[in-house]
């Protein structure tokens, strides 16, 4: 019975990340219909992709200072409840600008989701249970891109893109009515402060803009995999299907990348390195353009390419355990930078020259994050015991030891 509470805020962080994905993907696996009915490029695709991450990254700070005044439950709550309005008013639009309006509102709700979300977990969950709850979290994010490549086929084909839209935003009002209230347990934060200067802020910069990079390659795959695939010969419902058969991939292994992080000692963002490398092999093979390379393409970025924000998140928390909202805080909005920049340059790209030149772009990308990741843990693990040591030293200080150990000669002399 103890752990129902503990579980139930897992469950509910979950939701709530899920909720506040929906609009760019489900708008990424209806891309194809949403732009036949709007009338816009596949650059102004990237540019609404680009708007929803720009907004979350702009709001990032006040989200955190939102969900420090009004509590994590109230702050997951009203993410739902923007998310909503977001969902209803895609479903309604009749422009591309009211399009755009509608993103960047879920982009407000999607911050204010990460961030509440993130330090909830930091703070409640167990230290040997982290990698666990973290990887259930942000499995949320492919489960939404699962829901959109399936609303495809099942919904948009069959009663249209808006009543897809539509059904999202009923999940969400859903949401917000029955939201489960989260309990805290002091005794399992196992995080004392947030103090901004116990952060290594270089290194965490740098893993920031390892995270940043590959975020723009994974978010180009979001929104871009279905109108790829169709070009591959694809049909639009078999896009649908493959961007749906990836996603459930993606949460399985979120979920089980989280189980074993938790029985390794460390070497977290390591592992983060290879999975990146991974992934850019797989972004190469959907440069290729085959049926074949997609299926095979698509199981290796899902797989590993972006499988690896949650285990990222649980090594900050964990490398950090004097300020991990502060040190996430930093790699989140690498990622929100990263999701903001890689759809509309992806879009770009497609435009000016083709998915192939894309995907190739997309490869480097990933690439490139790898080396930038093992960059950052070294930098990270290097600094990471200075400030720790340094705590039970200044507490240490004021302890009287020696009038202690003089009192036992002290009676002795008397005796």
């Known amino acids: 019975m103890a752990e129902a509470p503990l579980w139930r805020t897992v469950a509910a962080a979950g939701l709530s990340t899920l909720l506040a994905s929906l609009p760019v993907f489900l708008l990424g696996g209806l891309a194809v219909l949403v732009r036949e009915d709007l009338g816009f490029s596949e650059a102004q695709l990237g540019l609404a992709a680009s708007t929803f991450f720009s907004v979350a990254a702009l709001t990032a700070v006040g989200a955190g200072r939102i969900v420090a005044r009004t509590g994590a439950w109230t702050a997951t709550v009203l993410a739902a409840a923007i998310s909503a309005l977001a969902l209803i008013a895609m479903a309604t639009a009749q422009a591309y600008a009211a399009l755009l309006l509608a993103l960047a509102l879920g982009g407000v709700a999607n911050s ?34 699962l829901l959109a490549g399936f609303a495809l086929p099942v919904v ?26 989260t309990v805290e347990r002091a005794d399992a934060a196992g995080t004392p402060g947030n103090r ?23 978010n180009g795959l979001a929104a871009f995999l279905v109108e790829s695939a169709v070009t591959a010969s694809f049909s639009a419902s078999g896009a649908g299907v493959l961007l749906g058969c990836g996603s459930a991939l993606g949460v399985t292994a979120r979920v089980l990348v989280g189980w074993l992080a938790d029985r390794r000692a460390g070497g977290h963002l ?7 490398a991974t992934g850019a092999a797989g972004m190469a093979l959907l440069a290729i353009g085959t049926p074949t390379a997609f299926y095979a393409g698509t199981a290796l970025v899902f797989a590993f390419g972006w499988s690896w924000p949650g285990l990222m998140t649980f090594a900050v928390v964990r490398l950090n355990p004097h300020a991990p909202a502060v040190a996430t805080s930093y790699t989140q909005t690498g990622v929100f930078a990263g999701g903001a920049t890689g759809p509309l340059a992806f879009g770009l790209l497609v435009s000016g020259g083709s998915y192939r030149l894309a995907w190739s772009a997309a490869a480097l990308a990933m690439l490139a994050a790898s080396g930038l990741m093992l960059t950052g843990r070294q930098m990270l693990e290097g600094q990471r015991d200075g400030p720790v040591r340094a705590a ?17 000669r002290s009676n002795r002399h008397c005796r």
């Open 270 to 276: 390591k592992i983060v390195g290879a999975m990146m």
């Open 156 to 181: 948009g084909l069959t009663l249209g893109w808006r009543a897809s839209f539509g059904a999202a935003a009923t999940l969400a009002v859903v949401y917000v009515l029955f939201a489960p209230r």
């Open 112 to 145: 204010l989701a990460q961030i509440g979300t993130n330090g909830t977990l930091a703070r409640v969950v167990p230290r040997h249970r982290q990698g666990l709850a973290f990887g259930i979290k942000q499995a949320a994010i492919p489960a939404a891109t």
């Open 196 to 218: 901004a200067g116990d952060a290594p802020v270089r290194s965490l910069v740098v893993v920031a803009v390892a995270a940043a990079l590959a975020a723009a390659a994974v």
């Open 392 to 408: 039970p030293r200044r507490a240490e200080t004021p302890v009287p030891a020696p009038p202690a150990a003089r009192a036992p």
